[in-house]
């Protein structure tokens, strides 16, 4: 098994990671669990441990939650002699300024925005331009409460389990609705639309023209922030677009104009604004 890599098994440093990871372990609290030294633990994820007994790998993986899996040499299967079962190794390759790993179970993501940075409390607005950002902004960022990260991985994980579909029975013609289900049929997200005559609109013969009126676009409050809103907007254009209407109109507010600003939607200036005079 010389340099590390414990030559069946691929990898071993960023697959064990990669099950600290799952599990929200620590290099110290892993070893803890399988009873041994954590100088152990940081030698095999950085491919410095030579030729690591394998009961010692075993008792690694069983205290991450994970589980080894034996084959025939002879299998072209995706565990060609061994497999950690259950690994991914995504996201491995990040260092810090001094060329340190990134502890593995802290999840760490990129800082796009000043809202994916938990440090940036100076911000009065998320919107603030990089240009007037008043500290550094890190590169990435991760989450020390264990709490917030267990949250964000259930958040993802429902985020990609949703599926959107249109529904029909039930529903009036000419009138459109989306829903944002999950695989067990719970219902996080909800979009209504109706069309309308431009004919009737304008009072002019337009040949039948009509357009698509949105009514509104409902997600359950935990679940916001996930793009299932963007999602449902989007799926609804892609729905019109192919029976071959024109444009799909809405009425916003507040936080609602900066959505379909996002969602592809631009002011239109030649319909009616809302106007308002105080006494």
């Known amino acids: 098994m010389g340099d590390g890599t414990a030559d069946g098994f691929g990898d071993l440093g960023s697959m064990l990671r990669a099950l600290r990871r799952q599990a929200d372990l620590s290099q110290r609290e892993l070893a803890v669990r399988a009873g041994v030294p954590q100088s152990t633990v940081a030698r095999i994820e950085a491919g410095r441990a030579t030729d690591p007994r394998f009961q010692t790998i075993r008792r690694l993986v069983a205290a991450a939650g994970g589980s080894l899996r034996l084959a025939a040499a002879g299998d072209r299967g995706p565990a060609a002699s061994a ?47 990089p240009e007037r950002w008043p500290l550094r902004v890190p590169e990435v960022t991760f989450d020390l409460d264990r709490g917030r990260r267990d949250e964000r991985r259930v958040r993802e994980r429902i985020r990609d389990a949703v599926r959107i579909r249109r529904i029909s029975d039930g529903v009036p013609q000419g009138c459109w609705r989306l829903v944002a289900e999950l695989p067990d049929g719970d219902l996080v997200g909800e979009l209504r639309a109706h069309e309308r005559s431009l004919d009737l609109l304008y009072g002019e013969e337009l040949g039948d023209r009509r357009e698509v009126v949105l009514d509104g676009v409902l997600v359950a409050p935990a679940l916001r922030l996930l793009g299932i809103g963007r999602r449902l907007v989007t799926r609804l254009a892609e729905e019109t677009q192919r029976v071959g ?13 900066q959505f379909l600003l996002a969602c592809g939607y631009r002011i239109d200036w030649r319909r009616p604004a809302k106007l308002r005079r105080d006494q």
């Open 83 to 129: 497999q950690l079962a259950g690994s991914d190794i995504q996201g491995d390759v990040r260092r810090d300024e001094a060329g340190r790993r990134y502890p593995a179970h802290l999840d760490v993501r990129k800082v796009r925005t000043l809202k994916d940075w938990p440090g940036a409390w100076w911000a009065h607005s998320y919107t603030l331009p």
């Open 245 to 257: 209407l024109p444009a799909v109109c809405a009425t916003a507010e507040f936080g609602g104009i």
